[in-house]
């Protein structure tokens, strides 16, 4: 499913003068009135700025419940998976929770080849304790003949939300190449002079903060340069991005969902950042 961007700057136009206190837009969360002023605005930046090219990057925007399509990028619910299958479990036999599927049909073209269309990420619950210890990665391919159903799938560690995303094509800049020149531009305005830490807007600018495929990773203060060998020790890390999951929540403002023009109280937990890199064969978790 895509996301239809025209539509979405058509209802939620950028001004300046409708944001929140002082700080920017912001990638996080990537609701559709997010991705709608967050693209408008950068668009205004880096034509300013003169900055051409990217890294390509699949975000998605999401809506609450479960998708008809049970192939697509989706968070908690019901996995595509074949219900005959052994479910994942850790070495005491308990079985793990269904965290995240990824879609990437829609995306071949900015990826390398992979082992299969779509990866299926398991957790224990030392995952909501920013433990990586035991994460599971399934990939697959094609069509299900039998699709798990409700009652096919063990009792989740934890209740998180149940949702799924609609594919917006964007692109990441690298903080070496476009970092300082977003905050000298983030200076000349309002949104510069206020307390919101200029670095974090300048970076949020750079590098998508949301459930994504392709693209750069997005991690905080002191790791900028993570997947390139061109870095310091700190900064780097093996592989290449491949996609990541982050924390989901309800912010405030219209249509923090496709589906709900409403902001909701979800009263579910908290999911930690996860990052798969190298054909997601290991991970992080921030």
């Known amino acids: 499913m895509e996301f239809n961007l025209k539509e979405w700057e058509e209802r939620f136009p950028w001004n300046e003068n409708l944001v929140n206190g002082d700080e920017p837009p912001s990638s996080i969360g990537m609701t559709p009135c997010g991705i709608a002023h967050y693209e408008q605005y950068r668009k205004i930046l880096v034509k300013r700025l003169g900055l051409s090219g990217g890294i390509p990057v699949d975000v998605f925007a999401l809506a609450l419940g479960e998708p008809e399509d049970r192939f697509v990028t989706k968070i908690g619910g019901l996995p595509y998976r074949e219900a005959g299958l052994d479910w994942p479990t850790i070495s005491d ?5 269904f965290l995240v599927q990824f879609d990437f049909r829609g995306s071949t073209d900015i990826l390398d080849q992979l082992p299969g269309d779509r990866l299926l990420v398991f957790v224990d619950n030392t995952f909501f304790e920013a433990s990586v210890s035991n994460l599971y990665f399934e990939w697959g391919s094609g069509s299900v003949q039998n699709p798990v159903v409700q009652d096919d799938m063990p009792p989740p560690c934890r209740t998180f939300v149940t949702a799924y995303g609609y594919r917006h094509r964007t692109v990441d800049y690298h903080w070496l190449y476009a970092g300082k020149l977003f ?9 510069g002079q206020g307390s919101y830490p200029l670095s974090r807007a300048a970076k949020s600018l750079c590098i998508t903060n949301t459930i994504k495929i392709g693209g750069l990773p997005f991690l905080w203060d002191g790791y900028h340069t ?6 310091s020790t700190r900064d780097y890390l093996l592989g290449r991005h491949l996609c990541s ?6 912010p405030d403002g219209p249509f923090p969902w496709i589906n709900h023009p409403d902001p909701m109280d979800l009263g579910v937990t908290r999911i930690p950042r996860v990052l798969a890199r190298g054909g997601a064969r290991s991970c992080v978790a921030c």
């Open 183 to 191: 905050q000298e531009e983030l200076l000349k305005t309002r949104m």
């Open 226 to 231: 993570c997947f390139s060998r061109d870095c």
């Open 93 to 97: 036999a308990h079985p793990l929770t």
């Open 245 to 250: 999951v982050v924390t989901v929540f309800s």
